[in-house]
């Protein structure tokens, strides 16, 4: 059942992406009556069939028939990506070793798909699952992901199981996809540019801050209130604050000397967070608000500048590579930030979570200090010359190309849907699993989703599939949304958090590159900077509905509404984006790009002006 399941998700996504399935039909296997000798054996052990079985070879016959399977994975070691499937069935077969030759089961994962106790005998045994209990050896890959009762064919699956679903997809989209020339030789090798280590060092530091304090507070203030009304009004303010300040510098951007500018922002903000700790100790929250808004607002254009200068200190066949890295350093920062915060308040108070958080701005402003020193004066004098630019001009770069048009409206829409869940997740682990303090490991498990596919798109190489893939996350995001909605064990809904990270993961660098790509470069961080506050609003307008919605409708009405928004986003980026060359690759040149500036110190051999080298 696994293996179709991924089949068919294979074939659609290598389809979605523009690859052609027919081509699947050119790869050869070795030992192929290996898997079917397997498959009839099960049949012959799980189906009427056992009756002409003696019941003695039921648990040899089952145990062989993996050992054969592990045979054919051996066997095809040579096939693209297909690793991924033996590991995930290597991962079955030592559990069920394990146990006696049965893969062990959670009871609460067994009724959560629709199945009851009494399917198990007075052993716990029922055809091939053995309910878990103490006597359960290696328990972490058994069944524990229990898919709701309200999607087809509901199951349990296992950390196997899984492995066989992410691989059966990456082995067909790799066998059906066509090739584009030789994949990147290093995708760490980005980091060996003096000029992009300073941006990932800022980057590191600066925003650790940012998510400690919102996961504190949001942590905070639900834990001592129970309001989805005050967590909404926290994160409103902020995010309004960090619109405002991205509009109010968008035409500034390019004329700032930044890393003094910098160094003096994280000192402001320093200053914030320890205003902000007597008034958390005393319980006062609108004052704790407010302080957190004008630190958001602070901070608003740190971001839109390092995304806009990425391929001024990168050649063109590192950038997407260097937007990778970059994506991951911030979302590295959002699950120390999400952990430390969520951890800091629930085991100590807020006032260490707080305290910690002022460190973070002390470091950042350091880093940012010496880094402007290292830059020197020609810093400044670029600065000066660089041209002015307005809004309007921005606002036009955006709705006259239909690329970032439809990357900033899908990006808008998908952002309102997020912020619905911004606001009840907290609410959802509440009243579906008992857990009202989770929003820390929340953002934690989002962020860590978020890592692990932001470093593999750095081996993305074609623009139709990275176009191509922001719909396809989207509705992708749709459906782990969909499933949340009916999760009642915490090992699915932390999955679908996961793959909720990873699939808007995949988004983000591939918007950092489209933008790059299909922007001036005279406009770029200033574009970078308007699209990021007109997300930003769309995300203000989610926070805002978020209380409606949640005192009208149940958890799990909730998180179909954000799905049914993360589906109305798919369709519009798949409308705006699918199209353009199919032959050209993310390694070109960015519109207007400057290629004779002056090459900064320290830099391993891209050009690149000293005032760039910011965060």
């Known amino acids: 059942m696994v293996v179709a399941f991924a089949l068919v998700i294979g074939l659609s996504v290598a389809w979605m992406l523009g690859a052609n399935p027919m081509r699947l039909a050119d790869v050869r296997f070795r030992g192929s009556a290996l898997v079917f000798g397997a498959l009839g054996?099960?049949?012959?052990?799980?189906?009427?069939?056992?009756?002409?079985?003696?019941?003695?070879?039921?648990?040899?016959?089952?145990?062989?028939?993996?050992?054969?399977?592990?045979?054919?994975?051996?066997?095809?070691?040579?096939?693209?990506?297909?690793?991924?499937?033996?590991?995930?069935?290597?991962?079955?077969?030592?559990?069920?070793?394990?146990?006696?030759?049965?893969?062990?089961?959670?009871?609460?994962g067994w009724v959560?798909?629709?199945?009851?106790?009494?399917?198990?005998?007075?052993?716990?045994?029922?055809a091939n699952s053995v309910l878990m209990g103490p006597g359960t050896r290696l328990p972490w890959l058994g069944d524990v992901f229990a898919l709701p009762i309200r999607i087809p064919t509901a199951s349990v699956l296992s950390i196997g199981d899984l492995l066989i679903v992410l691989g059966t997809v990456a082995f067909v989209y790799r066998s059906c996809a066509p090739s584009v020339g030789p994949q990147t030789a290093n995708i760490l090798a980005p980091l060996r540019s003096?000029?992009?280590?300073?941006?990932?060092?800022?980057?590191?530091?600066?925003?650790?801050?940012?998510?400690?304090?919102?996961?504190?507070?949001?942590?905070?203030?639900?834990?001592t209130s129970r309001s989805v009304a005050l967590v909404s009004a926290f994160l409103i303010v902020r995010m309004l604050s960090s619109a405002f300040g991205g509009l109010a510098s968008a035409p500034l951007l390019d004329r700032i000397p930044a890393f003094t500018t910098l160094s003096m922002v994280e000192t402001l903000r320093a200053a914030v967070a320890c205003a902000m700790i007597p008034f958390a100790a005393a319980g006062q929250v609108w004052p704790v608000i407010g302080l957190g808004a004008v630190s958001s607002l602070l901070s608003a254009a740190t971001s839109p500048t390092a995304q806009g200068m990425?391929?001024?200190?990168?050649?063109?066949?590192?950038?997407?590579?260097?937007?990778?890295?970059?994506?991951?350093?911030?979302?590295?920062?959002?699950?120390?930030?999400?952990?430390?915060?969520?951890l800091a308040v629930v085991e100590f108070s807020i006032q260490w979570a707080l305290?910690?958080?002022?460190?973070?701005?002390?470091v950042a402003a350091i880093l940012y200090r010496r880094y402007g020193r290292q830059a020197g004066p020609a810093a400044h004098e670029q600065a000066e010359e660089a041209p002015r630019t307005s809004r309007r001009e921005l606002a036009r770069a955006i709705l006259l190309n239909r690329v970032v048009f439809g990357l900033a409206a899908s990006f808008t829409l998908v952002t309102g849907a997020v912020g619905i869940l911004n606001s009840a997740s907290s609410k959802v682990f509440d009243e579906q699993l008992g857990n009202a303090h989770a929003y820390g490991y929340i953002l934690a498990v989002i962020s860590a989703g978020y890592v692990c596919s932001e470093i593999l798109t750095g081996y993305m190489r074609r623009?139709?599939?990275?176009?191509?893939?922001?719909?396809?996350?989207?509705?992708?995001?749709?459906?782990?949304?969909?499933?949340?909605?009916?999760?009642?064990t915490a090992p699915i809904a932390y999955l679908m958090l996961f793959l909720f990270g990873a699939s808007d993961g995949i988004t983000e660098v591939v918007r950092d590159s489209l933008i790059q790509l299909n922007t001036e470069r005279r406009l770029r961080m200033g574009v970078f900077a308007l699209v990021n506050s007109v997300q930003t609003i769309g995300m203000v307008v989610g926070l805002a509905l978020a209380p409606l919605i949640a005192n009208?409708?149940?958890?799990?009405?909730?998180?179909?509404?954000?799905?049914?928004?993360?589906?109305?986003?798919?369709?519009?980026?798949?409308?705006?984006?699918?199209?353009?060359?199919?032959?050209?690759?993310?390694?070109?040149?960015?519109?207007?790009?400057?290629?004779?500036?002056?090459?900064?110190?320290?830099?391993?051999?891209?050009?690149?002006?000293?005032?760039?080298?910011?965060?």
């Open 355 to 362: 305290t910690i958080d002022l460190a973070t701005f002390l």
């Open 310 to 342: 990425i391929p001024d200190v990168l050649p063109a066949e590192q950038r997407q590579a260097g937007n990778a890295i970059h994506q991951m350093a911030r979302s590295l920062t959002a699950v120390v930030g999400a952990l430390v915060g969520g």
């Open 463 to 488: 623009q139709s599939v990275a176009r191509r893939s922001v719909g396809l996350s989207f509705m992708t995001t749709a459906g782990a949304m969909y499933i949340l909605s009916g999760a009642e």
């Open 41 to 108: 054996i099960q049949l012959a052990i799980y189906t009427p069939l056992t009756a002409h079985i003696p019941h003695s070879l039921d648990k040899p016959l089952h145990l062989f028939s993996y050992l054969m399977l592990i045979g054919f994975f051996l066997l095809n070691l040579r096939v693209p990506a297909f690793w991924l499937v033996g590991f995930g069935l290597l991962a079955n077969t030592a559990v069920i070793f394990a146990n006696g030759g049965h893969m062990p089961i959670t009871a609460e």
């Open 552 to 615: 009208r409708f149940t958890t799990g009405e909730t998180l179909r509404i954000v799905a049914f928004g993360c589906l109305v986003s798919g369709i519009v980026a798949a409308v705006c984006l699918v199209g353009g060359d199919a032959n050209a690759t993310l390694d070109e040149e960015a519109p207007a790009a400057e290629s004779s500036a002056p090459t900064a110190a320290g830099e391993l051999g891209a050009p690149v002006p000293p005032f760039l080298l910011v965060d």
């Open 112 to 126: 959560a798909a629709g199945g009851t106790l009494s399917d198990f005998n007075s052993h716990g045994f029922s």
């Open 194 to 223: 003096a000029a992009f280590r300073r941006v990932i060092a800022g980057r590191l530091v600066s925003s650790v801050g940012d998510n400690l304090t919102q996961a504190a507070v949001v942590t905070w203030i639900y834990w």
